[in-house]
């Protein structure tokens, strides 16, 4: 009887891995297709595009040992799906039994390729190299494509072909509603034909290849070093485009970032509609990728402190001390200093001092609004996006500034590890990072967002031991969120979403390890120390602190010089971050909040001037004094009483 137990108990523990192997394997969330037996067929069939199936089976050592690398393969062709796409099937499930027999796949893993607009009874054609590194199958990936017969081409593919100098030379000067690129190579190379579907889902910009044995084409264009790109303009110029480094990454980088490239969408139409007509119902606000902008952070804190946390009406318990420790965090680390950290300071130290369960956010407001005039305290209640500006309202903004605060939090903590001595963080590790996933697993308003970023901090944030590690765990998850909205709804067509730093910004932080891109994590780590260190803030277009006149009431707020209002008056930044209107008093059951500045007291929604507070104490002692009054009349006219009518005892 134990032995068939045992042997059910083993049996139920293989087929759950069986059952399990594709989900901890491949999952949906990487950049490939997991296809079974009802969808097998149906997608390699006729297909507009060919694909490259990996049969493995979910048991097998070298399956699992090579998953990473299949991974790392679909991430770096991931642009390439219109011409060729990239799939798995687990031959391990029950399900999928019949359809490996069918297709005749005996090892694991097997690779197979299937041509565009193949037949229903092609069983694909077995890739049997023996390196099967990602350059050697994305190399492969390439000579499927160009082996393809015109006339049965992936529909989205263009031409691989190299260009004669014939064909090219009638275009320098000409004018065009696009940029052209020609990448000038050996005959072996395979880099512009990468560059040519790197740039698949790109419009704007056209690529084309050249071979260095067309001796009249290098003649004109005066080209020496190989391989390198010449491009034309627009409006007829042309030149060699700089690249640090001739890698087939830079030069894809370089492309995707010129000016009108976008990536194409299905709304692509409409946005471009929408840019011709402005870009957005804000003035554009110039700005140099290089730096970042205080008033990014500024407007972070805003619509964080004045609409995000608005929600919540009450807070208590977990939402409070979350809410305590991302104040804290933000006083004692943010690097501008002036009247933001006063007024967050001010924050901080009211919050901590209160012996309260529960505070109402409207006290909350009311002193980030300053309504006691606390000198030096200020954070404007306006929008003002400039690093993370989208070409159209929804896109970048908020999200975008979010980042960027934290990731300048990370840094200052780096550069200053003594900050957060007597906080209450120090204890943590990484606690820069446990403060920014306690938050967005309270407040952050994209539940979904929270729950991607909650997942990959259960998954590794606890092996972040030391600041160094803090500022890159952030960095790379940044990176791995890019990667996944690339080309989605919420991706900005004008600043795409793509591997940053760009190797315009910085050239050190790529390299290339065997034909694929990898980064330089020492240097990365330098130019985010860089970027984000207080010295490369530029304070444009900050909103500075109202400097009221003596005796003269509330002003508004003054704006930069360098900005103007735009032709029929600014727009504020959103109709949810207006200034709440104060509330008439605590309602019954409410906590008194009592906050003291320099102008008075505020409590709750009601506020008492200097003169408010000098008429109470006038009236307190005037009181005081017509009760002491009354007090020695009465005590006079007692002791006159009791004279009048006292008795001799004998």
């Known amino acids: 009887m134990f032995r068939v137990w045992l042997q059910a108990a083993g049996l139920l523990w293989l087929c759950g891995g069986c059952a399990g192997g594709s989900g901890r394997l491949y999952s949906e969330e990487d950049p490939l297709v997991i296809l079974g037996s009802s969808s097998l067929k149906p997608t390699v069939t006729n297909s507009s595009s060919a694909w490259l199936v990996q049969f493995y089976s979910s048991w097998c050592g070298h399956c699992i040992q090579y998953s990473n690398t299949w991974k790392a393969l679909a991430q770096d062709v991931k642009d390439w799906h219109e011409a060729i796409a990239v799939a798995v099937l687990d031959c391990a499930q029950e399900e999928n039994f019949e359809v490996c027999k069918e297709f005749s796949i005996k090892f694991y893993p097997t690779f197979k390729f299937f041509a565009a607009h193949s037949s229903a009874a092609d069983k694909g054609t077995i890739y049997r190299g023996a390196d099967r590194e990602v350059r050697s199958v994305r190399q492969l990936m390439v000579n499927i494509l160009q082996n393809h017969i015109r006339t049965d081409r992936p529909q989205s593919c263009p031409p691989l072909e190299p260009y004669s100098a014939a064909q090219l030379l009638p275009l320098l000067g000409q004018r065009s509603d696009h940029y052209t690129a020609i990448v000038v190579e050996e005959a072996g190379s395979f880099v512009g034909r990468e560059v040519i579907l790197d740039l698949l889902q790109f419009s704007g910009v056209e690529v084309r290849r050249a071979l260095t044995s067309d001796l009249p084409l290098l003649d004109v264009l005066n080209m020496a070093a190989f391989p390198s790109v010449y491009l034309l303009h627009p409006n007829g110029s042309h030149a060699p485009l700089h690249s640090e480094k001739p890698l087939r990454f830079f030069f894809s980088s370089l492309l995707r970032s010129l000016p009108g490239v976008q990536r194409r969408s299905s709304s692509e139409a409409s946005q471009t509609g929408a840019l011709q007509d402005g870009r957005t119902s804000e003035p554009w606000r110039d700005f140099d990728r290089s730096q970042v902008y205080t008033a990014d952070l500024e407007s972070s804190l805003h619509y964080l402190l004045r609409v995000e946390l608005a929600a919540h009406g009450m807070l208590e318990g977990a939402e409070l001390k979350v809410f305590k420790d991302f104040v804290t965090l933000v006083a004692k680390l943010y690097p501008v200093g002036g009247s933001v950290v006063k007024l967050m300071e001010t924050l901080s130290d009211w919050l901590l001092s209160l012996p309260l369960q529960q505070i109402p956010y409207q006290a909350v407001l009311d002193l980030v609004d300053n309504k006691m005039k606390i ?111 690339a080309g989605s709804l919420s991706d900005d067509p004008v600043s795409p979403k793509a591997p940053w730093p760009s190797p315009a910004l910085c050239p050190a932080c790529h390299e290339e390890s065997n034909g694929v891109h990898v980064w330089n994590h020492a240097n990365v780590l330098a130019f985010l120390r860089h970027h984000y260190g207080a010295s490369n803030l530029n304070p444009r277009y900050s909103l500075t602190p109202p400097r009221p006149p003596a005796g003269a009431g509330p002003v508004q707020t003054r704006r930069p010089q360098e900005e103007r209002p735009a032709a029929g008056g600014e727009r504020k930044g959103e109709d949810q971050a207006e200034p709440r209107p104060v509330q008439p008093g605590p309602r019954r059951g409410e906590q008194v909040v009592l906050i003291r500045g320099e102008g008075g007291f505020w409590i709750l929604g009601l506020g008492f001037t200097s003169v408010d507070m000098s008429l109470c104490v006038v009236l307190y002692g005037s009181s005081c004094l017509f009760l002491m009054l009354l007090f020695f009349f009465f005590k006079v006219r007692s002791r006159r009483w009791k004279l009048r009518h006292a008795r001799l005892h004998v």
């Not at 840094?411 to 003594?418: F, K, L, S």
């Not at 120090?426 to 539940?447: D, H, N, S, W």
């Not at 970023?453 to 030391?466: I, L, P």
Request: charged fraction near 20%.
């Open 375 to 485: 000198s030096g305290a200020f954070l404007g209640a306006e929008l003002r996006w400039v690093g993370c500006q989208g070409s159209r309202p929804g896109l970048r903004g908020y999200p975008c500034s979010l980042w960027t605060l934290f990731h300048v939090l990370t840094v200052q903590h780096d550069a200053t590890p003594t900050a957060l001595d007597g906080s209450g963080l120090e204890g943590e590790a990484a606690p820069v990072l446990q403060v920014m996933r306690r938050y967005i697993r309270t407040f952050f308003g994209c539940k979904e967002c929270g729950r991607h970023f909650e997942q990959a901090a259960a998954a590794n944030m606890d092996q972040v031991t030391s600041r160094e590690d803090e500022i890159l765990w952030l960095w790379n998850q940044h990176n791995r969120v890019n990667t996944r909205l």
